[in-house]
């Protein structure tokens, strides 16, 4: 198994930038595909972000796509989001998953077995 452990939440503005951080520890962090999901309060969780095992490969939601950027550091078992341009609508709840039996992107939150406890980000008008 892997803990993980999310950071780097707050309330910013509009246009603004934040970098939440992802620190694994327990089960090899290198063998796990990673993904960043979000979830607004009364509201589905939604894919947001995923990072392949190596690094080379990304997957964007949509929304975020040209905004949002994902990396991780296995050295430091640690996964980055770096947030620019938010908008009001990126409010949530943040969270890091992780699954070993991935290899490629999946959007669907019950594919993932390991889960961070959240980190809030609010962006306002």
């Known amino acids: 198994q892997v803990q993980l452990v999310e950071s780097g939440g707050g309330l910013v503005q509009a246009g603004g930038s934040l970098r939440l951080s992802c620190a694994a520890s327990?089960?090899?962090?290198?063998?796990?595909?990673i993904s960043w999901f979000r979830q607004a309060p009364g509201k589905e969780r939604d894919f947001v972000t995923g990072?392949?095992?190596?690094?080379?490969?990304?997957y964007y939601a949509d929304s975020v796509k040209g905004r949002f950027t994902i990396s991780r550091d296995n050295a430091k078992n640690t996964v980055y989001l770096q947030m620019n341009s938010l908008k009001p609508e990126d409010t949530g709840v943040y969270y890091c998953?992780?699954?070993?039996?991935?290899?490629?992107?999946?959007?669907?939150?019950?594919?993932?077995?390991?889960w961070g406890q959240g980190t809030q980000v609010t962006v306002s008008s």
């Open positions: 998953a992780a699954d070993y039996r991935l290899s490629v992107s999946n959007k669907d939150p019950l594919s993932y077995e390991y």
């Open positions: 327990g089960r090899t962090f290198r063998n796990a595909f």
């Open positions: 990072i392949s095992r190596s690094g080379v490969s990304t």
